[in-house]
């Protein structure tokens, strides 16, 4: 997590990571449900807009928003970037803050056993 801020749609938190795998497998890993859910479990998302393998649009129950961005660093290796905005407290910052980084762990566990 970078930084948080309160921006128009209420409160936003940032979170990004390098993993070791590449941007299309890492793309595939946030669009594909069933994938999503092996390391994303209990979190309902709907995909809004996809531009394979760069980026994703994607929507909370809780109607939120999750902006990710996928940057590759050669083949085998990539960048993701998730703006997580519209969360209606601070204090939810904080717990999706503490949220985003296992998450982001366990997609890069996830992407290594997949290799």
Known sequence: MKRTSSRRRGFAVR???????????????WASARRRARWLSGVNLTVRRATAPKS????????????????????????VAVDHTGLASAQQVMERRHCWREMLRGLAQYLARQS
């Open 56 to 79: 994703l649009d994607l929507v909370c129950e809780d109607g939120s928003h999750i902006e990710v961005r996928i940057t590759a660093r050669g083949r085998a290796s990539c960048r």
């Open 15 to 29: 979170a990004g990571k390098t993993i070791a795998a590449s941007a299309p497998a890492t793309f595939a890993a």
